[in-house]
Structure formats: C-alpha cells, structure tokens
C-alpha cells in the first residue's frame, strides 16, 4: 500500500483511528490536510496550512510523521502544548497505529532544574525569607525522585514563581561542561535523548533561541531531521522578531552586578577590588532608569533616531557613554581572573556581551531593523529586531526555484533515459539525490486571504503550498452573530467601555455566567472588569452575586488557573464571566456549556502607535503599498478570528459572538472583517438577541447554584 492510500485508509470509517475510538467520525478536511502533509513529507517542499476549529488539525499532522518512517521536528507555541503534544496525544497515536518509537520532549534550559544551581541556592540561604528556605526544601525532595528535571512535573508547581530562577539555569549563567554537576545536567540528558528520538517535540522560542546561539542541541538536531512541522504557525514570525533581533536592559545589569559581587569575591577575593565595580554598574544603571518619563500612555516608545522619543538625548548617550565605561573597567578586572575558575569565564563572557549590546546601541539601528523601547514597574528594555523573518529564514526554506541544470547533468539525464543503450561497463553508479527537506506550517488562523499572504510574506514562505481547510462545525445552527448598532463609537472610549459592560452584564445575567469578554487594551480590560464587579457585587478576592454568578478579571491567577475555574465552577459558583485581553484571544480552550456567550469589544486593530507596526506600515508605503489594506485589515482579521474561535470548540456547542463595534456594518471594511468570521447566523436586534440568550438558557439543566 502506497503512503497516501495508509494514511487515507487510517482516517477512514474502518481505520486504525475508528478502531480504538468507537466515537471517532471522518472528517474530509482532517483527511485532506494528512494527505498534503504526507504528500510534502515525501516530495519536500514547504506546505501550509490554515486548518479550521474543528478540523483536528493535531492528528493530521502528527499520523503522517509517525507513519512516514522520516526523523520528525515538531514546534509548537508553548510549553502547556508541547506537553499536551507529548503526554496525551502521541501515546494515544501510537498505540492506535500499533507502533513503537521513540519520542522526546525537549524545552529550554530555563525549564530543567540546574543540580548546581540548587546546591549554590542552599548554600546561601542565611538572611532568606522562610517562604525561600521551604520552596527550596520541596524542590530537594523532588529533585530525589525526577527522572526527567523537568520543573513543570514538580507538585503544586507555578510557571511565575520568583524562586525558579534560584535552581534553573540560563544561556548567561550556564556553566556547560565546565560544571561540577555536568554530569546530572537534565538539559545535556534531553538533548541526548532528542538527538536519539525519531520524533521531537519543541517550541518556537526554542527553535530560534538555538537557530540564534547555536548553543542549545538544534544545531546538531535540525541538520539531521527531514521534516519539520511548525504548528499554531501564527505566532512564528513574532517568535522569530524577538530572537532574531537583540535586547537588553537594566535588570541583566543588575543581575550581572550581583552575580559578580557574590561569585568573584568568593572565586577572587582580594585579585580585585569587585566591591566599588559592582556599584559603580548598579549606580550607572539606575541613573540611565532615571530618565524614563513618569507617565505614558503606552509602555513602548519609539526610537527612531539617537535616543527614544520622550528622552533627553544628549543625557541618554552620556547614560550610555556611563554604562560602556563601567562594563569595560569590570571586563578588564574579570579577564585577568577569568582562566581560575568556569563561573569566572561565563562571568567574562557575560561582561563582553554587554559591554557590545551597548556600544551597540549607542549608534543608529542600521535599515530596515526597527528599534524601540519597553517600560516596566520598576525596569527597562531595549529592542533592536527585523520587521519579519521573511530574510533570515527564506533561504533555509529552500523555496526558490531550481537553477537550470548544468551540462553534466543534462547528459547523465540523458544517460538514465536511454539505460538500455548503455553497457553496465560504461553506465557508471549515480549516487541517489538527496530529497528536499520537508516544512510544514499550519493553525488555525493565518490569513484574510487565499495566499494567506500576511504569513507567508512574513515568514519568506511565498513559494510555499497553500491548504485552506474549513471548520467541519455546523456555524449556522450552532452560534449566532450580533452587532448591536446603538453603542457609543470606539473612540469614545469610557461611553464605549460602559456600554459594553451593560450589555455584558445583563446577558450573563441570564446565562448564569458563562460569559468571556475579549478587550482590545489593558484601559478597556481595567474599565469593563471594573464596571463589571460593581454590577455583579463581586469582590476582587472573588465574591458572587445572589444568583451566584462571579466575576473573574485577566491577571488575578495564571491562565490555567483561570480556565479551569471556568470549564468546572466549585460549588456556590453557577458560572464565571471573565474579563480579559492580549492571550486570551487564543489559547482559551473551554468546550460545551459552561461557555456560551463571548463578547469582543471592539475591532483589534493593531495598535497605530507601536514602533513595530509604524516601521511595518512605513515599508508597505515606500513601496507604493496601502498600510490600511497590507496590514492593519488583515491583521484585524486573523486577530478577530482567534477571538471568535474561542466560542464553539466541537460539535455539540452552541453559543453567541457579540461584538460591540458598529463599524463592522457601517464601514465598507466591515464586510471583508465579516468574511473572516465563521459563517454563523446574524441576529438584526436587541430583541432578536434577548430571545437567542433565552433559547441559550433553557435548553441546558443549570447548574446548582
């Protein structure tokens, strides 16, 4: 049986994936995408691929890679679905297809627990809070039992603990095979077992992170794997901007300061002096955060020329002009120590990195890389990034077309054409042709268009494959469309806001809950959870009102928190209505009833005023392009399409999509924002909607109060 039969006949109604799930439907389009990803697994080449909610876009990639027999890289956005990835659905695979390989998960190093780090953290725990010494003495406990140092494994684990970065290592502070501890190094066994497994699973920040510094296991990893597969592929190019460009900051200088004060002066005391050059660093780095502006009404500042906008020039370059002086005086005190210990040498190179990143910045961001700066509570950041990663990473696609074939080649065409002519004695062997490596790039939102052009442009894909495959979820009769025309305009913002958190309010209200509102800023977040607590009597710890409905606001708990909360109330709680912005707008999985009504606040459009997307908008108009058109529509497109998605997640949801801008039917965009959506139904009035809620609310058992 020929590879595109076995994988046609493995999702058909008596195939492997029926046999083991007696619920198991075909779906065409699941079948369709497995077969172009086998396809391009075989031939080469890129392929991508938009796969509608629905679609179990998962399966059909990851059944043509297990049944290909080729070496498989899988990415992916995060850890929660790396994990997912490798923990749920590959055993489940293999034991459907009735096959045994080996598969390996591999993360940052900033997610492994650093045996060395953990020894140094317990040997300075004089002066450290109780909280510090017990976290410390639970992660000794499980460092006796782990197998795999992976800290996500460890109970009542917190991705946001400030304690990790005590036992975890980085890029800056790692030791290498320099370590005393080299040997139960959990990263180094990761990558031993990646480099041995016939299908790895990754993430994006991974992929560039070691695409950057060649330092992490991908430079020996990549070159020996055929397929790639890069999965929710949407937030590949930004992945890549971040780690294809260079950052910097006053918390690595403070870091630095510290980390030398403590290391040198135990490793050299008395060689130098680190005392007065560990302060002279802090000095000079909390006198460069003294000219951020107090206020701003956006935490990024442009940087077009020397300094960023809003700042003193002339005080930021002799800031600067301070930092290199300090850098170099600590280089120069460290390179004459650096050859008696490794964690001296790290120190130095460390040193020399900043020392370069600000000489660096102290010159103008060479064209067409944008610059620009990010203010946190009590931090700073400096970027330099390309706009997209359409050239760094057009040529390892190996898109172009092929080149004419030379003389030599054409001849032993020639020769292989006519084999029976031609004696053994004078045929010669030919070696085979080494066959194309294998991308495929898919999720569930990459476009407005058919070319889906807005990532294939940004990821140098242009000569790539293009599959559009629709959700197999019945929109009509599952969810319905409303666009109440009466609220305020978008612009004014606290009439708008208010309004949106009414109308809310009331609907959830009726649903009992079961409400997740999508904000477009942080204001508006602010302005609706607000407007909203103060309807439903809830408190921030988490009071409800007397129809026990509550009122969750984003940043409250972590995300997983927040959605496991969501898809199962505790008892006293009928349901939630969450207010949230920025990741929420993916990623939000609650399927069936305990989701109904998602309301997105206004059209997300990408902010005018990000340094990043003016510097976008002004290469579209160099080029005679329409920034409007090329740019902020279609991004406003994908954006309102992930929003969408989070409302019908399988076949039996049902539910309503509120979105609470009128420009949607007044504007002559609106009915090219309106395409992108899923085909639902539209509801024309309030009262149409108040009847839509009330069909939401009876034909469900409610849940106990």
């Not at 297809?97 to 953990?118: D, E, F, Q, T, V």
């Not at 970027?383 to 032993?412: G, H, N, T, Y």
């Not at 609907?507 to 079961?514: N, S, Y």
């Not at 395409?675 to 009262?687: E, F, K, T, V, Y």
Request: proline share 7%.
């Amino acid at each position: 049986m020929q590879f595109s039969e076995h994988i046609a006949a493995t999702f058909g109604t008596h195939g492997a994936l029926a046999e083991v799930n007696p619920d198991f439907k075909p779906r065409s389009g699941q079948s369709e995408m497995a077969q172009a990803v086998a396809e391009t697994i075989e031939q080469g080449g890129a392929l991508v691929v938009e796969a509608g909610t629905g679609v179990g876009k998962t399966y059909a990639y990851l059944i043509p890679a297990l049944l290909s027999g080729e070496r498989v890289l899988v990415s992916t956005a995060t850890k929660a679905l790396q994990d997912q990835i490798f923990f749920r659905d590959l055993p489940f695979l293999r034991k459907a297809l009735g096959i045994s390989l080996h598969a390996a998960l591999l993360k940052g190093r900033s997610s492994y627990l650093c045996p060395y780090r953990l020894e140094l953290a317990e040997s300075e725990l004089d002066g450290a809070r109780p909280e510090q010494i017990h976290w410390l003495q639970q992660v000794r406990r499980w460092a006796a039992t782990t197998q795999s140092g992976d800290m996500s494994e460890m109970p009542n684990f917190q991705e946001r603990s400030p304690h990790l970065p005590l036992v975890t290592s980085t890029r800056e502070n790692c030791l290498g095979s320099q370590c005393p501890s080299f040997g139960q190094c959990h990263v180094n066994k990761a990558r031993k077992q990646a480099l041995a497994a016939d299908l790895v699973v990754i993430n994006h920040h991974l992929f560039f992170a070691d695409l950057q510094v060649r330092e992490s296991g991908m430079a020996e990893l990549l070159p020996s794997t055929r397929a790639v597969i890069i999965d929710e592929a949407h937030q590949f190019n930004e992945t890549g901007v971040q780690f294809l460009g260079v950052q910097w900051g006053s918390q690595p200088l403070i870091d630095f300061a510290r980390d030398m004060l403590r290391t040198a002066t135990a490793l050299a005391r008395g060689m130098q002096d680190w005392q007065p050059l560990a302060h002279a660093i802090d000095t000079a780095c909390r006198d460069w955060l003294r000219l951020m502006p107090q206020t701003l009404a956006q935490p990024r500042l442009n940087w077009a020329g020397r300094a960023p906008e809003s700042i003193n020039e002339a005080a930021w370059l002799q800031a600067l002009d301070a930092l290199g002086a300090v850098l170099d005086s600590a280089l120069q005190a460290l390179q004459s120590v650096q050859e008696m210990a490794p964690e001296l040498a790290r120190l130095t190179e460390r040193c020399a990195d900043m020392l370069e990143k600000c000489r660096l910045f102290q010159g103008l961001a060479d064209a067409p890389r944008v610059r620009w700066l990010e203010l946190g509570s009590l931090s700073m950041r400096i970027f330099e990034s390309p706009l997209d990663i359409a050239a760094e990473m057009r040529a390892r696609w190996q898109l172009a077309p092929p080149e004419p074939p030379s003389e030599a080649a054409q001849q032993q065409a020639w020769l292989d054409s006519h084999a029976e002519l031609v004696s053994p004695a004078n045929a010669g062997t030919a070696a085979p042709p080494e066959r194309q490596h294998a991308w495929v790039f898919t999720s569930a939102t990459l476009g407005s268009d058919a070319g889906l052009s807005l990532f294939t442009h940004a990821c140098g894909l242009e000569g790539a494959r293009i599959l559009r495959v629709p959700s197999p979820f019945d929109y009509p009769r599952q969810a319905a469309l409303y666009v109440p025309e009466d609220l305020p305009d978008p612009r004014e913002a606290e009439a708008h806001g208010l309004a949106v958190a009414r109308l809310a309010g009331a609907a959830a209200q009726t649903l009992g809950g079961r409400t997740l509102v999508l904000t477009t800023t942080l204001k508006a977040l602010r302005l609706i959870g607000g407007t909203l607590r103060e309807q439903f009597g809830g408190a921030e710890s988490g009071g409800s009102n007397s129809d026990g409905v509550q009122v969750l606001v984003q940043g409250e708990r972590s995300k997983q928190q927040l959605m496991e909360w969501f898809r199962a109330p505790p008892a006293g709680v009928k349901g939630y209505v969450l207010v949230a912005s920025a990741t929420f707008w993916e990623g939000f999985d609650v399927p069936g009833d305990a989701l109904e009504l998602v309301v997105i606040d206004k059209l997300p459009f990408p902010p005018p005023n990000d340094p990043v997307v003016q510097a976008r908008a002004r290469r579209i108009e160099e080029t005679g392009g329409s920034p409007f058109r090329e740019l902020f529509l279609p991004e406003a497109a994908v954006a309102l399409k992930q929003g969408a998605g989070r409302l019908i997640r399988r076949e039996s949801d049902h539910g309503l999509l509120v979105l609470g801008d009128r420009r949607l039917v007044q504007k002559s965009y609106g009915r090219q924002l309106l395409a992108s959506l899923p085909p639902m139904r539209r509801l024309q009035d309030r009262a149409q909607f108040d009847a839509a809620l009330q069909e939401l609310a009876v034909q469900r058992v409610p849940r106990p109060a």
